[in-house]
């Protein structure tokens, strides 16, 4: 695949500084460290583009990069941290949230779980947020270059099990930013939700 032209654009912090041009924007969320960010690199081909963000805390805003003049990805703060103060949480929970909900380009929403781990409660509430809305949703499974086919498996059990209970059906890839493992099909789902 050619590589796509990335760049970065712009950091976030309040609603009045989102991107006003209209272009369609997939989302990047998942907790601190599922490798959110080795992933956008690896889609992007652009090694150190999105930091990896392995301070928690320092990944505060919401990241935008514009992809091929078409898209924006748009990479969301990790949440799970245990550092952060609870205001802040709380004002970061509400600014993602409204994003979450009330974004009119908001194309795509892709969401990272480990392979190693069943979903967390805090996955869980990110797909209880999805729930009912209509954007399109998925959810990537990440490193999954690090588990066996059968855990594998499991993981993808483990998130439609989640699912099911909330009656979602959302499609589950597993991906790898080590070995380009499902990146393609990723692109097929941006491609697809993003430039119609
Ligand atoms: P972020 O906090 O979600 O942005 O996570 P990072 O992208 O910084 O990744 C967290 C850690 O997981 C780093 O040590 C990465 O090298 C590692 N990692 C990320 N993606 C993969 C992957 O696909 N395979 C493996 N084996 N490790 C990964």
Sequence with gaps: MKKPAARFFRSVTRWEDLPDD???EVAFAGR???GKSSLLNALLRA???ARTSSTPGKTRQLNFYRVNEQLYFVDLPGYGYARTSQ???RLWGRLITR???ERPTLALVVHLIDSRHPPTPLDEAMMDLMRGQHVPYLIALTKADKVSGNRRAQAVREVERALQARAMEV???PTSAHT???LRDLWRWIEQVSLG
Excluded: D, H, K, T
């Design 180 to 182: 380009g493992l499902g």
């Design 99 to 101: 994003y979450l909900q």
């Design 22 to 24: 209209g272009l369609p």
């Design 32 to 34: 601190s460290n599922v």
């Design 87 to 89: 205001e802040e949480r």
């Design 47 to 49: 090694p150190g583009l």
């Design 171 to 173: 499609p589950i890839i």
